[in-house]
């Protein structure tokens, strides 16, 4: 597994450990987007970070448009459910617009408290 952050990365990964290695109940995940100032080799103009707050483990995936947030937050959150057999309690994203309607939605029928910080500043 690539633990490299920049245009080599695989698309989707952990930093620190893998997703089977992590242990107990996920209380808090903090998420964001991030813009980049150059396009990857794939195109992509953003990357969506979760961090899971007990063991400060981050999940990187890059994305070429804002609206790929809650696809990849499904599969962020399938996996690790499959995987480690947890499921975050609450997430925790600035405003943005990414995180609203379907996303609201979402995390509300898995149960999922949705907190929001101020726009453009760290949770």
Not at 58 to 76: G, N
Not at 104 to 120: A, M, N
């Amino acid at each position: 597994m690539h633990r490299f952050l920049g245009w080599k990365a695989e698309p989707n990964l952990f930093l620190g450990e893998t997703i089977d290695e992590m242990e107990g109940t996920i209380e808090l995940v903090h998420t964001d987007v991030c813009q980049v100032h150059m396009k990857s080799h794939a195109r992509s103009q953003y990357f969506l970070t979760f961090i899971v707050e007990h063991n400060l483990k981050l999940w990187v995936s890059p994305l070429k448009i804002k609206d790929q947030v809650l696809s990849v937050f499904k599969e962020f959150h399938a996996k690790a459910k499959r995987e480690t057999g947890w499921k975050p309690k609450v997430v925790r994203a600035d405003n943005g617009g990414e995180y609203r309607g379907q996303f609201e939605e979402y995390c509300r029928s898995k149960g999922i408290q949705l907190e929001y910080t101020v726009s453009k500043t760290q949770s």
